[in-house]
T-cell receptor, first 114, second 116 residues
Framework: DSGVTQTPKHLITATGQRVTLRCSPR?????VYWYQQSLDQGLQFLIQ???????AKGNILERFSAQQFPDLHSELNLSSLELGDSALYFC?????????????FGPGTRLLVL | AQTVTQSQPEMSVQEAETVTLSCTYD???????LFWYKQPPSRQMILVIR??????QNATENRFSVNFQKAAKSFSLKISDSQLGDAAMYFC?????????????FGKGTHLIIQP
């Protein structure tokens, strides 16, 4: 158990819909990262937040957005969903945001868009 | 952009034997970190080992060790005394160190099969 929690574990929805994925980092960690794992694209970095502020952006679509709240939990919002958005979405956390720190991954949310 | 290449989509090893998984990366930076993560069938991403680029000594964690060749930009993982529980996807990952990190850059992974 990494100490990172993600809800829900599974999500099934239809094209065009909007979903919210939630992540709670390890106790004491200030950084939250979101990743997408799909068969086509592999593991891709989406976005990072550090202590409530956006720190870095990766290959995140404009239909996707995220935020980190004062209690440091984070949410990833996916809207206007397409079949190709079906993937495993991971949240990871680390103590800092410099790249030196190890990232610990949550169990992931498996999203299926029908 | 940094890239990470794992040239072995699949590897197979007999239980108790030793196996080496390859990883190469491309970067113009001098300060960075490298990681190996394991993803078993449960899909959980589990850290196996990490290496700091400025340290010449190769990292070891019990049966897991790396061969870090900075000039060659190579970072291989050696698993000694392979066990059935080692069967998983293994991902090599790169992390840049600077003011704003860009998350981890992953290779495509190597599927490790352990034969009893």
């Amino acid at each position: 158990d990494s100490g990172v929690t993600q809800t829900p574990k599974h999500l099934i929805t239809a094209t065009g819909q909007r979903v919210t994925l939630r992540c709670s980092p390890r106790s004491g960690d200030l950084s939250v990262y979101w990743y997408q794992q799909s068969l086509d694209q592999g593991l891709q970095f989406l976005i990072q937040y550090y202590n409530g502020e956006e720190r870095a952006k990766g290959n995140i679509l404009e239909r996707f957005s995220a935020q980190q709240f004062p209690d440091l939990h984070s949410e990833l919002n996916l809207s206007s969903l397409e079949l190709g958005d079906s993937a495993l979405y991971f949240c990871a956390s680390s103590s800092g945001g410099s790249g030196r720190e190890t990232q610990y991954f949550g169990p992931g949310t498996r999203l299926l868009v029908l | 952009a940094q890239t990470v290449t794992q040239s072995q989509p699949e590897m197979s090893v007999q239980e108790a034997e030793t196996v080496t998984l390859s990883c190469t990366y491309d970067t113009s930076e001098s300060d960075y970190y490298l990681f190996w993560y394991k993803q078993p069938p449960s899909r959980q991403m589990i850290l196996v080992i990490r290496q700091e680029a400025y340290k010449q000594q190769n990292a070891t964690e019990n049966r897991f060790s790396v061969n870090f060749q900075k000039a060659a930009k190579s970072f291989s993982l050696k698993i000694s005394d392979s066990q059935l529980g080692d069967a998983a996807m293994y991902f090599c990952a790169y992390s840049e160190v600077r003011g704003g990190a860009d998350g981890l850059t992953f290779g495509k992974g190597t599927h490790l099969i352990i034969q009893p």
